[in-house]
């Protein structure tokens, strides 16, 4: 009895925070009354309903567990949740009234849960629907009137490990076997299949104490999902090319451009090629074939019989592997298959097998969808590399960024804080827009462990630590602060860069670096395996040089927009670990600082940050960075370990910072070698790498800004501007920078020392321009800059 009294009194505490911050929902969740709340599912719901003409305004909100696609009689209108936790679990919101007409009007969607086959980055506790309307919208509003059915020739396909793709955070493909397909569901009738019964509460009363029932009647639908609203634009849906076909039997060689009829009794194959990488919903439509099989097969690239890639434009014999879908026709007319979630590819591969009756192949569509980033930046120069290199890094920021930030769009989908550091600043310089940005922001401040740390990936069903992630949370927090002129959500989130701090100091020694660190204390991929490394003593100069930026960095923020109490000790604990790199990391012998006290070990991850945060002398930088420089991925010389493209834009800063700037172009040796590959988006790490598309190698569209145009913040929120061009061997440049104010566009023409050309800034906004060790200031409007070459 006390047991049943405390869970009693548990829910009555948590209903009315519920309702406290949420009062305005009526509306409640619903289900299907059979379906197992926690496994694999796909539910339809239909709301009928009549109109007396059509209105001008029909606002619904609209959420599920764990995912939603709505209709509008039978027009689709959008899809969502974006994903959170359990604590924000988001709602769209959505005016039907353009669907809308006088008369009899429905609305449907569809709502599945892979359960456990579901993507990682998506948290659940059960299959549920959700939509409440505003005003007249109020009448068609969850539960009343709304119909169920489960969705029976649509389900989850098991992974198997296989290679590459024993790590499939992504999610499984899909079986849709359209013989138990019901084909009805998206109209106003009932076929074959259609099994519509009164949707009912996912609160299934019987698992709680009596106590419990009574104080969850009539409020049931905050129980589990504490409702927000999602910040976000809705995601691009728009049609784009499913490829062309570039290896095919005689019978099909012309799909998709032309419909084409597989034989009875055959087995074809059909490779198809966008030529560049796409995220998108494939929709195959196709007549007759009772009987047969498709398989659909995603890849970013083709495999020769040895599993390597080579030049992503040969076909030959190559084959496609990885993700699939299985689609069964029943023989009907004009069946459509298309998954629930999008997929990734480049290349994608039909193994169509029939049985007993000829199948039509009608068409191969699809629609792109990602977040809705405009590229307002631009950057010419003399070099067309730089173009290439700038067009597949925008391409790879965009394809990995949806309702969150993705490292990968083929294989995990998940949002790690040190691959959307990067991703932030490409989105602030290149897109000018940080509503996704301050999704992560937010995203990581909440999923701080009691410890105090953030977890390395957020959202996530599977917890994973990386406690040097918590340190450049901090480090994008600053980003953040510099490049946009909204401070609030910076001071909204210093009180839990104060806990990751707090943390690390429980494992700062007293010589001030940091001994060994619990989790995954992972830094960068080296040709070896990983870093960090550790001493006998386990200690590490690399984790600490982390550390130390982001104690400067906390420093900062807290002395203009927090406390100068914690501003002072970080500063203090600063002075502390900085000596104790120097005392105990330098290697005088080599000039270099080595990567644990032991000094067996080098890199340039090491080198870079010491660098960067003037652990190594200023006189000393040139010299030690131009060695860093020379250093390749995946190369080991003197024992160097080298970094990754994902560490070279730490490496491209530290260039800049030791006064090399011009030298940064000569570091996109690693990106121009890719070319000749002809990969259209950035791959994860050098050599037979994994992933094609990865995030946190497409900084060069921003280093092309910063570094190549050379501008940047001089101050908080962009307040002023710096503008120190490092065109290197280039003889021209022009570039255009989304700033808050407007726009900054630059063009410089090179020659020699010389500079000259135009800046025109915003009006309001005032900056300097840098160059050659003479400083002339900028104005809003036009300004001329150097002297005419001779």
Same mark, same amino acid.
């Given at each position: 009895?006390?047991?049943?009294?405390?869970?009693?009194?548990?829910?009555?505490?948590?209903?009315?925070?519920?309702?406290?911050?949420?009062?305005?929902?009526?509306?409640?969740?619903?289900?299907?009354?059979?379906?197992?709340?926690?496994?694999?599912?796909?539910?339809?719901?239909?709301?009928?309903?009549?109109?007396?003409?059509?209105?001008?305004?029909?606002?619904?909100?609209? @959420?599920?567990?764990?995912?939603?696609?709505?209709?509008?009689?039978?027009?689709?209108?959008?899809?969502?949740?974006?994903?959170?936790?359990?604590?924000?679990?988001?709602?769209?919101?959505?005016?039907?009234?353009?669907?809308?007409?006088?008369?009899?009007?429905?609305?449907?969607?569809?709502?599945?849960?892979?359960?456990?086959?579901?993507?990682?980055?998506?948290?659940?506790?059960?299959?549920?629907?959700?939509?409440?309307?505003?005003?007249?919208?109020?009448?068609?509003?969850?539960?009343?009137?709304?119909?169920?059915?489960?969705?029976?020739?649509?389900?989850?396909?098991?992974?198997?490990?296989?290679?590459?793709?024993?790590?499939?955070?992504?999610?499984?493909?899909?079986?849709?076997?359209?013989?138990?397909?019901?084909?009805?569901?998206?109209?106003?009738?009932?076929?074959?299949?259609?099994?519509?019964?009164?949707?009912?509460?996912?609160?299934?009363?019987?698992?709680?104490?009596?106590?419990?029932?009574?104080?969850?009647?009539?409020?049931?639908?905050?129980?589990?999902?504490?409702?927000?609203?999602?910040?976000?634009?809705?995601?691009?849906?728009?049609?784009?090319?499913?490829?062309?076909?570039?290896?095919?039997?005689?019978?099909?060689?012309?799909?998709?451009?032309?419909?084409?009829?597989?034989?009875?009794?055959?087995?074809?194959?059909?490779?198809?090629?966008?030529?560049?990488?796409?995220?998108?919903?494939?929709?195959?439509?196709?007549?007759?074939?009772?009987?047969?099989?498709?398989?659909?097969?995603?890849?970013?690239?083709?495999?020769?019989?040895?599993?390597?890639?080579?030049?992503?434009?040969?076909?030959?014999?190559?084959?496609?592997?990885?993700?699939?879908?299985?689609?069964?026709?029943?023989?009907?007319?004009?069946?459509?298959?298309?998954?629930?979630?999008?997929?990734?590819?480049?290349?994608?591969?039909?193994?169509?097998?029939?049985?007993?009756?000829?199948?039509?192949?009608?068409?191969?569509?699809?629609?792109?969808?990602?977040?809705?980033?405009?590229?307002?930046?631009?950057?010419?120069?003399?070099?067309?590399?730089?173009?290439?290199?700038?067009?597949?890094?925008?391409?790879?920021?965009?394809?990995?960024?949806?309702?969150?930030?993705?490292?990968?769009?083929?294989?995990?989908?998940?949002?790690?804080?040190?691959?959307?550091?990067?991703?932030?600043?490409?989105?602030?310089?290149?897109?000018?827009?940080?509503?996704?940005?301050?999704?992560?922001?937010?995203?990581?401040?909440?999923?701080?462990?009691?410890?105090?740390?953030?977890?390395?990936?957020?959202?996530?069903?599977?917890?994973?630590?990386?406690?040097?992630?918590?340190?450049?949370?901090?480090?994008?927090?600053?980003?953040?602060?510099?490049?946009?002129?909204?401070?609030?959500?910076?001071?909204?989130?210093?009180?839990?860069?104060?806990?990751?701090?707090?943390?690390?100091?429980?494992?700062?020694?007293?010589?001030?670096?940091?001994?060994?660190?619990?989790?995954?204390?992972?830094?960068?991929?080296?040709?070896?395996?990983?870093?960090?490394?550790?001493?006998?003593?386990?200690?590490?100069?690399?984790?600490?040089?982390?550390?130390?930026?982001?104690?400067?960095?906390? @420093?900062?923020?807290?002395?203009?927009?927090?406390?100068?109490?914690?501003?002072?000790?970080?500063?203090?604990?600063?002075?502390?670990?900085?000596?104790?790199?120097?005392?105990?990391?330098?290697?005088?012998?080599?000039?270099?600082?080595?990567?644990?006290?032991?000094?067996?070990?080098?890199?340039?991850?090491?080198?870079?940050?010491?660098?960067?945060?003037?652990?190594?002398?200023?006189?000393?930088?040139?010299?030690?960075?131009?060695?860093?420089?020379?250093?390749?991925?995946?190369?080991?010389?003197?024992?160097?370990?080298?970094?990754?493209?994902?560490?070279?834009?730490?490496?491209?800063?530290?260039?800049?910072?030791?006064?090399?700037?011009?030298?940064?172009?000569?570091?996109?040796?690693?990106?121009?070698?890719?070319?000749?590959?002809?990969?259209?988006?950035?791959?994860?790490?050098?050599?037979?790498?994994?992933?094609? @598309?990865?995030?946190?190698?497409?900084?060069?569209?921003?280093?092309?800004?910063?570094?190549?145009?050379?501008?940047?913040?001089?101050?908080?929120?962009?307040?002023?501007?710096?503008?120190?061009?490092?065109?290197?061997?280039?003889?021209?440049?022009?570039?255009?920078?989304?700033?808050?104010?407007?726009?900054? @566009?630059?063009?410089?023409?090179?020659?020699?020392?010389?500079?000259?050309?135009?800046?025109?800034?915003?009006?309001?906004?005032?900056?300097?321009?840098?160059?050659?060790?003479?400083?002339?200031?900028?104005?809003?409007?036009?300004?001329?800059?150097?002297?005419?070459?001779?």
């Amino acid at each position: 009895m006390r047991l049943q009294g405390r869970v009693a009194a548990l829910l009555l505490c948590t209903l009315a925070g519920a309702v406290a911050g949420e009062g305005e929902w009526h509306a409640s969740w619903i289900t299907h009354p059979a379906v197992p709340l926690r496994e694999p599912a796909v539910l339809h719901f239909r709301r009928s309903f009549h109109l007396a003409s059509q209105p001008g305004r029909f606002v619904v909100h609209v @959420s599920a567990d764990s995912r939603f696609a709505l209709y509008v009689n039978g027009r689709r209108i959008g899809d969502g949740p974006a994903r959170g936790d359990l604590a924000h679990w988001r709602y769209e919101t959505f005016d039907l009234a353009d669907s809308l007409h006088a008369g009899d009007n429905f609305i449907t969607a569809t709502v599945w849960n892979f359960g456990v086959y579901a993507p990682i980055a998506q948290v659940s506790d059960r299959t549920a629907f959700l939509l409440q309307g505003e005003g007249e919208a109020g009448s068609v509003s969850t539960p009343s009137e709304w119909l169920v059915e489960i969705e029976h020739g649509q389900s989850p396909v098991p992974r198997k490990p296989e290679g590459f793709w024993q790590y499939m955070a992504c999610g499984s493909g899909e079986l849709f076997d359209a013989a138990k397909y019901d084909w009805d569901w998206n109209t106003t009738s009932s076929g074959p299949h259609s099994e519509w019964v009164k949707a009912a509460s996912p609160m299934r009363e019987n698992i709680y104490p009596d106590a419990a029932k009574a104080a969850l009647a009539g409020r049931q639908q905050d129980n589990y999902w504490q409702l927000v609203p999602d910040e976000l634009p809705h995601m691009e849906f728009a049609a784009t090319d499913a490829g062309h076909n570039v290896r095919s039997d005689a019978a099909v060689q012309n799909f998709p451009k032309d419909a084409a009829t597989v034989p009875a009794h055959s087995h074809v194959h059909i490779m198809l090629d966008r030529g560049t990488l796409t995220t998108a919903y494939p929709k195959l439509t196709v007549t007759g074939g009772k009987g047969s099989g498709i398989r659909l097969t995603y890849a970013e690239a083709l495999y020769d019989a040895k599993q390597q890639k080579g030049d992503r434009d040969e076909v030959g014999t190559r084959k496609a592997l990885g993700l699939h879908d299985t689609f069964l026709p029943d023989g009907g007319e004009h069946r459509n298959f298309e998954p629930l979630w999008w997929r990734t590819w480049r290349y994608l591969d039909l193994d169509i097998e029939t049985a007993g009756a000829p199948m039509t192949l009608e068409s191969m569509t699809a629609n792109f969808t990602a977040y809705p980033f405009q590229e307002r930046a631009t950057f010419q120069s003399d070099d067309p590399d730089l173009k290439r290199t700038w067009d597949i890094s925008w391409r790879t920021a965009r394809l990995d960024a949806h309702e969150t930030y993705m490292d990968t769009p083929y294989y995990e989908q998940l949002q790690y804080i040190g691959d959307t550091r990067l991703q932030a600043l490409i989105s602030y310089t290149v897109a000018g827009d940080d509503r996704l940005a301050l999704q992560a922001l937010k995203a990581f401040d909440e999923s701080r462990l009691p410890e105090g740390i953030t977890q390395s990936r957020y959202p996530t069903s599977q917890p994973q630590i990386i406690p040097t992630f918590s340190l450049l949370w901090i480090g994008m927090l600053h980003d953040y602060w510099m490049y946009r002129p909204d401070p609030a959500p910076v001071k909204e989130m210093l009180p839990g860069t104060r806990t990751v701090l707090q943390w690390f100091a429980h494992y700062e020694q007293p010589d001030g670096l940091l001994r060994k660190l619990p989790w995954w204390s992972f830094v960068d991929w080296v040709s070896k395996g990983e870093i960090p490394t550790y001493d006998a003593s386990g200690e590490s100069c690399t984790t600490t040089l982390h550390y130390l930026g982001a104690l400067e960095d906390a @420093s900062a923020m807290e002395r203009a927009l927090g406390d100068a109490y914690f501003a002072d000790q970080y500063a203090a604990r600063a002075a502390r670990v900085r000596q104790g790199i120097v005392g105990r990391c330098w290697d005088a012998g080599r000039a270099m600082l080595a990567d644990e006290p032991g000094r067996t070990h080098f890199s340039q991850q090491t080198n870079v940050l010491g660098v960067l945060y003037d652990v190594v002398p200023r006189n000393e930088q040139p010299g030690l960075m131009r060695r860093m420089l020379v250093i390749e991925p995946g190369s080991t010389p003197d024992g160097v370990l080298s970094a990754s493209y994902y560490f070279r834009f730490y490496l491209a800063r530290a260039l800049a910072h030791a006064g090399l700037g011009d030298e940064y172009l000569a570091s996109l040796r690693p990106w121009r070698e890719l070319l000749p590959l002809h990969f259209s988006t950035w791959p994860e790490t050098p050599g037979e790498s994994r992933s094609d @598309s990865h995030a946190w190698s497409a900084h060069p569209a921003y280093d092309l800004l910063t570094l190549v145009a050379g501008i940047e913040p001089a101050s908080p929120g962009f307040a002023s501007v710096r503008i120190a061009p490092h065109p290197g061997s280039l003889q021209n440049v022009t570039a255009t920078f989304p700033h808050p104010k407007g726009v900054i @566009s630059v063009h410089y023409e090179h020659r020699g020392d010389d500079l000259t050309g135009t800046i025109r800034l915003p009006e309001g906004l005032n900056g300097i321009f840098l160059w050659k060790g003479t400083m002339q200031p900028l104005h809003g409007g036009q300004n001329q800059i150097g002297k005419p070459a001779r």
